[in-house]
Structures are given as structure tokens and as C-alpha cells.
């Protein structure tokens, strides 16, 4: 009986065939259903079921109020229309004066730049390092390379070469410990996701260049060399990113 009961309300509702909806085409569904203009769907649709049964004439209701809280239900259970009508709604006042779209308004804004602050302190405190770190490693590895290319086969020009890597490798170590510090924020995982690509590519050339001090295989010091050209330029298209990301 309850669930027929409600489905001919919001009907008669529709056809305006009930004294209240007449009476009362424009009252706030916020305040039919006691709810803050910034309440969640979870929070609205818990409220508009308490209330409902609340005043169910089964429980000794009304048929107005029921009309009431469906009429408020079927403007707020859909985003489309919830935010239509947060839009259009500039006359229903909170007690401080203000409306409650521009109320939601201003909430909707102290989260996004809540969430912007949150991802600029990502930025500074783990994409920042990890750059300095990297290109520790990628932009003195030509002079490097140039250096053991005098002779490859030189005891001291092969020690610093392999020192060099040494440090790389320790660098690396300590930029994956700073990546997986903290988790990217909401609106930087695809700029996260190439940083660790760019790791990666570091990572791998490292490993090669490692193999090729070992055998003196020139195809292991070819794509070493490949590698930290493409995290070049990965790292340089991040810096762009970094410039679009603001902060």
C-alpha cells in the first residue's frame, strides 16, 4: 500500500491536483526535506525516506506533506535537475540572507581550490626534488660519455664512468622513496604517471649503461644512451606541464 500510496502522490502532484502544490510551487526543496544545500544525494535520499515514513498516513501523516517531500525528492534525486534548479533559485534564503545556490556555489569553490592547494604542495614537495634529482643523472651523462669515449678501455676514465652511474643509481633509489611518499592528488595523475615514466626510462638506461662496463657490448651503451635522450625530453615536456599546472 505504501509504495502505490507515494507513486499516486507524486502523480497528483504532477497534475497539480493537490491543494499544496498549488498553493506552494516554488517552496524549497532544500527545506521540505531539511537538508543543506551542499548535503550529499546519500544525505538527501536518507532524509527524504525518514521524513516519508515519518509522515506516511499509515503513521498518522498527510497526503500534503507526503506530496511536498515527493515533489522536493524528484528535483533533488537527479543532478540534472538538482543543479537546474540551484541555478534558478536565487529567491530561497538561508537565515543569513544569502541563497542557497550561491551558498553551494561558494562551497563547490572552497573544495576546488582546497583540492588546487593540495596538488601544488604535491608538486613542491615531490615532483620538485625528483626533477632536481633526475637531472642530476641526465644532463651531465654527455660529458660523461664523452669522457670514456677518449678511451673506453682506461682503467681511471672507466672507474669515473662507473662512479658516475654509482651516484646515478643512488639518485634513482631516493627519487622512487620520494614518489611513493605521497599519493598524487585528484587532477595531477596523468602529470604523476608521466613523471614515473620518465623515472623508468632513467632507471632502464642505468641498468644498460651498467651492463656495458661489465662487456664492453656496445649495443648495452647504445640504448643506455637512447633511454636518457628520451627522459630528456619526457622531463623537459614535464617542466611545460608543470608551467599549465600553475602554483
Not at 544545500?37 to 499509515?58: C, F, M, N, W
Not at 620538485?128 to 678511451?151: C, E
Not at 673506453?152 to 676514465?157: F, G, N, R
Request: charged share 25%; net charge neutral.
Amino acid at each position: 500500500m505504501g509504495a502505490e500510496f507515494l507513486k499516486s502522490s507524486t502523480n497528483s502532484f504532477a497534475c497539480g491536483g493537490l491543494a499544496l502544490a498549488a498553493a506552494e510551487p516554488t517552496s524549497d526543496p532544500y527545506r521540505v526535506l531539511g537538508v543543506s544545500p551542499t548535503a550529499s544525494g546519500a544525505e538527501i535520499k536518507a532524509a527524504y525516506r525518514a521524513l516519508v515514513k515519518q509522515h506516511h498516513p499509515d503513521a498518522g501523516g498527510d497526503d500534503r506533506t507526503i506530496v511536498a517531500l515527493n515533489a522536493a525528492w524528484e528535483v533533488l534525486r537527479d543532478a540534472d535537475r538538482r543543479r537546474r534548479h540551484d541555478l534558478t533559485a536565487p529567491t530561497s534564503l538561508d537565515p543569513a540572507g544569502a541563497s542557497f545556490s550561491v551558498k553551494r556555489a561558494r562551497a563547490q569553490s572552497t573544495r576546488s581550490a582546497a583540492t588546487d592547494a593540495v596538488l601544488q604542495q604535491w608538486l613542491q614537495q615531490v615532483y620538485a626534488p625528483i626533477d632536481r634529482l633526475l637531472a642530476q643523472v641526465i644532463n651531465p651523462f654527455p660529458a660523461q660519455l664523452k669522457a670514456l669515449s677518449a678511451d673506453p678501455y682506461d682503467d681511471t676514465l672507466m672507474e669515473s664512468f662507473c662512479a658516475f652511474l654509482e651516484q646515478g643509481q643512488a639518485r634513482v633509489d631516493k627519487v622512487e622513496l620520494i614518489y611513493r611518499s605521497q599519493v598524487c592528488p585528484p587532477g595531477g595523475q596523468a602529470f604523476a604517471l608521466d613523471l614515473y615514466h620518465c623515472l623508468s626510462l632513467v632507471k632502464d638506461a642505468l641498468t644498460e649503461l651498467e651492463r656495458y662496463t661489465m662487456g664492453y657490448v656496445d649495443s648495452y651503451l647504445h640504448d643506455g644512451r637512447e633511454l636518457l635522450k628520451q627522459a630528456r625530453l619526457r622531463r623537459q615536456a614535464l617542466q611545460s606541464q608543470r608551467r599549465e599546472l600553475g602554483g
